[in-house]
């Protein structure tokens, strides 16, 4: 049977490729929901190409638009950010893939979770807020979260048959962005054109600012501490500005896996909707004589203080990675409007993180509560 999927975030860049990796197996996958926040126009045409029982746009006013837009076809039609929440529950979706941006998958993932629905994880952001809660929902719910980050699918191929053996430590490889080994007086005037230009990853515009800043990275170090059950003193990081190596995971006896290949995200999410199968692909395959020389270095915490202030966060753990996000995601707003510095937002992160009461073992209200507090926080340190 052709397994059904629900794609959250359909229209961008983790949603767009998901859909290409299904219709390489059109015998394997069926999609049955597709969501999107804003983008009628992508949405209608995937909606053509894909038919699927069920679409969402969360933002209501376009409602009318996408209902129009789609009346010819058999095709189920809803809005509002609630309806996102509740689609995932529906009993013809098999798995659910949560591509949506930030703090808006949160309550999805919840929802599917709670349904019994298999997750392929493309929300960092999820477990970054709410790892503990998400975590026991899953074990309760009996449910896997397969990740679909390079770095974390990277780990958990390698982790493959090795589940039983203590892992030692690991190293999430970095690129470093399209700043790599710039200083501070630098990045005092970069633009979020120059800050958009990754020189590996093609990524939506959130989660490329986040690389450029490190933040990315730290998020990735909270989410694969929940994923493996880590500590911080666990999780290294390393710049690797070819992003060939994705992750090696070290064990007890010394041995390191590492997982490799090019840098395209269609691997892992391959990986995610197939698991524990390989299906076969088409994706370029890596030639050693085209990278004769991989290179290695260590983070830069004095200027790119975002990683830094991660660890910080996971390290006081309760509510403050939460508050940390929340704060992100307007500061990353906010540069690419061009209303505050690229250093600015490590600033801004950090102030809003002394002025949100701390909960040392907050319920999920909590956590919107923190949400919610920490944006109006960071918002008023900005000023707009």
Request: aromatic residues 8%; proline residues 5%; charged residues 20%.
């Amino acid at each position: 049977m052709k397994k059904r999927v629900a794609v959250l975030g359909s229209t961008g860049s983790i949603g767009s490729q998901t859909l290409e990796v299904i219709s390489q197996h059109p015998d394997k996958f069926e999609v049955e929901v597709l969501t999107a926040n804003n983008q009628i126009g992508k949405l209608v045409e995937q909606c053509r190409t894909f038919l699927p029982n069920t679409v969402v746009i969360a933002n209501k006013a376009k409602y009318q638009q996408l209902q129009d837009a789609l009346h010819d076809l058999p095709i189920k039609v809803y809005a509002g950010e609630r309806s996102v929440a509740q689609v995932v529950e529906m009993s013809t979706v098999d798995i659910v893939l949560t591509a949506m941006v930030g703090f808006s998958g949160l309550l999805p993932t919840i929802n599917a979770i709670k349904a019994g629905k298999a997750i392929a994880l493309a929300n960092k952001e999820t477990l970054v807020v709410a790892g503990d809660i998400i975590t026991q929902l899953a074990a309760q719910n009996k449910v896997p979260i397969l990740p679909v980050d390079s770095e974390h699918s990277a780990l958990f191929q390698c982790l493959t048959g090795e589940f039983q053996n203590p892992i030692e430590k690991i190293y999430l490889t970095a690129s470093g962005g399209p700043f790599r080994g710039k200083d501070s007086v630098y990045l005092n005037n970069v633009t979020p054109e120059q800050a958009l230009n990754h020189p590996n990853w093609e990524m939506g515009n959130k989660i490329t600012i986040d690389s450029a800043s490190m933040m990315n990275k730290g998020l990735e170090v909270i989410e694969a501490a929940w994923l493996f059950g880590l500590s911080p003193a666990q999780i290294d990081v390393i710049i690797h500005p070819q992003s060939i190596v994705h992750s090696i995971v070290q064990f007890t006896d010394g041995s390191m896996k590492a997982q490799m290949g090019l840098p395209d995200m269609r691997v892992p999410i391959q990986y995610a909707l197939t698991y524990p199968e390989r299906f076969t692909s088409d994706f370029p395959r890596f030639n050693f004589m085209d990278y004769p020389q991989l290179n290695f270095d260590k983070p830069d915490y004095k200027t790119f203080r975002n990683l830094g202030i991660a660890y910080d966060a996971m390290r006081t753990g309760g509510n403050m990675p939460c508050v940390m996000n929340a704060a992100n995601e307007v500061v990353v707003d906010k540069f690419l409007q061009n209303k505050i510095g690229f250093l600015q937002m490590s600033d801004i992160i950090e102030k809003t993180m002394t002025k949100v009461d701390f909960i040392q073992k907050p319920s999920i209200n909590d956590y919107f509560e923190s949400d919610t507090e920490a944006r109006a926080i960071a918002h008023a340190l900005i000023g707009y």
